[in-house]
C-alpha cells in the first residue's frame, strides 16, 4: 500500500463548479503538505503549501488538512476550463524535506 | 526566465546506451533534487544535493545511475546501460532548504527503445 493515497480520476466539472480534491496518507510523521499542478508535458507548479493542520486560502484556491484522520483536501471555486490539469497532493516529514507524492488526480473543467 | 532549467527535454535512446541529463536549478537555491515520474504516477523521490553533498539517495537510484553537483550549481543525472523499464520523466527541482518549497523543472523525457 502507497504512503499517499489519491484517486485517479478524470474529474470532470462544468465551468463555474467548485473542484473537490483530497488524498489520505498512512504516516503521521508527515508534517508538512503540499498542492502542485501539472499540465500534459511539464513539470509540477506549486499552488499550495501548508504546515501542520488548518485551512489556508489563496484566491480561487483553499487548502485543508486534518492531520488527525490523515487527511487533506484541495477545493477549487468557479472552475475554469484552464484549470484542467492533473493535481497532485505532496508531503514530507520535515521542512526541506523530500517529497512524497499521491498520484495524482486528473481534472477536466468543461466550458 | 529564472526557473529551474532542464536539458534536453527529450531523449531517445537505444537500450543499453548510456544518457547524461543535466539540471540548472534556481539562482542561489542550495538543495537539488532528482524525482522520476513514470505515465500516470506522482515523481519518486531518487536524490538530493545540499550544496555538492549528495546527501540522500533512495533505493530506487541502482548502480546503474549516478549524479553529481560538482560545483553546487548545476546537476548531472547519468544513467548507464539503459534499460527499457528507465523510460520515465526525470524531474529536477530546487530549494533553499529551511521551509521553502520545491521548484520544478520541466522535466527531461527519456524514451528507451
Known amino acids: 500500500q502507497k504512503e499517499v493515497e489519491q484517486d485517479p480520476g478524470p474529474l470532470s466539472v462544468p465551468e463555474g463548479a467548485i473542484v473537490s480534491l483530497n488524498c489520505t496518507y498512512s504516516n503521521s510523521a508527515f508534517q508538512y503538505f503540499m498542492w502542485y499542478r501539472q499540465y500534459s508535458r511539464k513539470g509540477p507548479e506549486l499552488l499550495m503549501y501548508?504546515?501542520?493542520?488548518g485551512n489556508k486560502e489563496d484566491g480561487r484556491f483553499t487548502a485543508q488538512v486534518d492531520k488527525s484522520s490523515k487527511y487533506i483536501s484541495l477545493f477549487i471555486r468557479d472552475s475554469q476550463p484552464s484549470d484542467s490539469a492533473t493535481y497532485l497532493c505532496a508531503m514530507s516529514k520535515a521542512a526541506g524535506n523530500k517529497l512524497t507524492f499521491g498520484g495524482g488526480t486528473r481534472v477536466l473543467v468543461k466550458p | 526566465d529564472t526557473g529551474v532549467s532542464q536539458n534536453p527535454r527529450h531523449k531517445i535512446t537505444k537500450r543499453g546506451q548510456n544518457v547524461t541529463f543535466r539540471c540548472d536549478p534556481i539562482?542561489?537555491?542550495?538543495?537539488l533534487y532528482w524525482y522520476r515520474q513514470t505515465l500516470g504516477q506522482g515523481p519518486e523521490f531518487l536524490t538530493y544535493?545540499?550544496?555538492?553533498?549528495?546527501?540522500?539517495k533512495s533505493r530506487l537510484l541502482s548502480d546503474r545511475f549516478s549524479a553529481e553537483r560538482p560545483k553546487g550549481s548545476f546537476s548531472t543525472l547519468e544513467i548507464q546501460r539503459t534499460e527499457q523499464g528507465d523510460s520515465a520523466m526525470y524531474l529536477c527541482?530546487?530549494?533553499?532548504?529551511?521551509?521553502?518549497?520545491?521548484?520544478f523543472g520541466n522535466g527531461t523525457r527519456l524514451t528507451v527503445t
Open positions: 527541482a530546487s530549494s533553499t532548504g529551511g521551509n521553502s518549497p520545491l521548484h
Open positions: 501548508t504546515y501542520s493542520s
Open positions: 539562482s542561489e537555491h542550495n538543495r
Open positions: 544535493f545540499q550544496n555538492e553533498a549528495q546527501l540522500e
